[in-house]
């Protein structure tokens, strides 16, 4: 299993500011993940994070609005910027094991814009 | 493209029962299916992981059962407990996609002491 940390853990932004969450896992990875989930809503994948390459955004997101760092293989960071009250979910970060390709979340942080 | 459907959305039990979550899928070309819970305002637990060679796992109370040609899945807790209250997400990663999980919207459960 991995053990993952996430920074913050929740914060109240003002509309049109940037933020940005760092994710930590206790072991190396080849793949994270950053994942939204909006209010009442599932899990939707913002990007797939590689170690020394860009990220591969999914469709309706955009690397000007969540621009990802990925400097070594156990951090990365998701800025979400010129924020917006649309912008208000939970974020989490993700990892897959090796072997058994289970994945595994961390505790998330809850964004809420003003 | 792949999606997933739970049903019910909410189920509200007494404690003590036996009870079956449902979790479907449109494309049966997946790697593993996974189950997590989530407890609100939280990060999701990994439940049980199902490869796509496999029909069942269980840890515990849990039981999982994947029927990869009908597209289906069901998640078994056996003699609920007011602690498993929380929202149930299973999630399908598909063959040729990569790593990527497909989620479904989830089954709230809440038992009743």
């Known amino acids: 299993s991995a053990v993952i940390s996430q920074k913050p853990s929740r914060d109240i932004c003002q509309r049109g500011t940037s933020l940005t969450i760092q994710c930590q896992v206790d072991?190396?990875?080849?793949?994270m993940f950053w994942y939204r989930q909006q209010p009442g809503q599932s899990l939707t994948l913002i990007a797939t994070?590689?170690?020394?390459?860009?990220?591969?955004?999914e469709s309706g997101f955009v690397i000007d609005k969540f621009p990802i760092s990925r400097p070594n293989l156990t951090f990365s960071t998701l800025t979400v910027s010129n924020m917006s009250p649309e912008d208000s979910s939970i974020y989490l970060c993700?990892?897959?094991?090796?072997?058994?390709?289970?994945?595994?979340f961390g505790p998330g942080t809850r964004l809420t814009v003003t | 493209k792949q999606e997933v459907t739970q049903i019910p959305a909410a189920l509200s039990v007494p404690e003590g029962e036996n009870l079956v979550l449902n979790c479907s899928f449109t494309?049966?070309?997946?790697?593993?299916l996974q189950w997590f819970r989530q407890d609100p305002g939280k990060g999701l637990t990994s439940l049980l992981l199902?490869?796509?060679?496999?029909r069942e796992q269980t840890s515990g109370r849990l039981n999982a059962s994947l029927d990869k040609s009908s597209g289906r899945s069901t998640l078994y807790i056996a003699a609920s407990q007011p602690g498993d209250s929380a929202t149930y997400l299973c999630?399908?990663?598909?063959?040729?996609?990569?790593?990527?999980?497909?989620f479904g919207e989830g089954t709230q459960l809440t038992v009743n002491p």
């Open positions: 993700s990892v897959e094991g090796t072997g058994s390709h289970e994945q595994y």
């Open positions: 072991s190396q990875v080849t793949m």
């Open positions: 994070a590689n170690q020394g390459s860009e990220a591969t955004y």
């Open positions: 494309d049966s070309a997946i790697y593993n």
């Open positions: 199902i490869q796509s060679s496999q």
């Open positions: 999630a399908v990663k598909k063959e040729t996609s990569g790593s990527r999980l497909t």
